[in-house]
């Protein structure tokens, strides 16, 4: 159940995040125009809208675990073999799955069997590299936009 709540949290602070980074986003463009837009306006706009996205995934991803979650933690008739574990491991492996656990970075429902053998399920296989080109590249757009600040403030420095 602890992770219940951690879910829920990682829910709700990853789609204030992206809307947040959405409404940055535009609105330094719009502040500008489009056209009109210096470079590092232009970039930060692409670092937030980059962002927005490695959190839209991300908090995909969360939604995903936390279905898988409680779909594990159900204790109905029919839960045993875990049913996320069973779709994702198939009938061998599943069967042998005695618990999951939730891992953060990066996002997964994790399934731990009889053997010792750990394996991830619920969640979709491209959400995490996304989530880590997404976030890499919203870095490196970030960062360019501070360099071509400095820059072209000491162009106008220096003129």
């Known amino acids: 159940m602890n992770s219940f709540f951690l879910l829920l949290l990682l829910l709700v602070i990853g789609v204030v995040t992206a809307v947040g980074l959405c409404g940055y986003a535009f609105g330094t463009i719009a502040g500008h125009g489009v056209r009109r837009a210096s470079r590092p306006a232009r970039l930060r706009f692409l670092a937030a809208l980059t962002g927005a996205g490695a959190a839209a995934l991300y908090t995909w991803g969360a939604l995903h675990v936390l279905g898988g979650d409680i779909a594990a933690g159900d204790g109905g008739a029919g839960s045993a073999p875990i049913r996320p574990c ?8 599943g069967a042998r799955t005695l618990r999951t656990s939730v891992s953060v970075i990066p996002i997964r429902l994790v399934c731990h069997t009889s053997t010792g053998e750990r394996y991830t399920a619920a969640v979709p ?11 890499l590249s919203g870095a490196v757009l970030a960062v360019g936009a501070g360099y071509a600040g400095e820059l072209d403030a000491r162009r106008n420095k220096a003129s």
């Open 125 to 135: 296989g491209y959400v995490n590299p996304a989530v880590a080109v997404l976030s």
């Open 86 to 93: 069973l779709e994702a491991g198939g009938p061998e492996r």
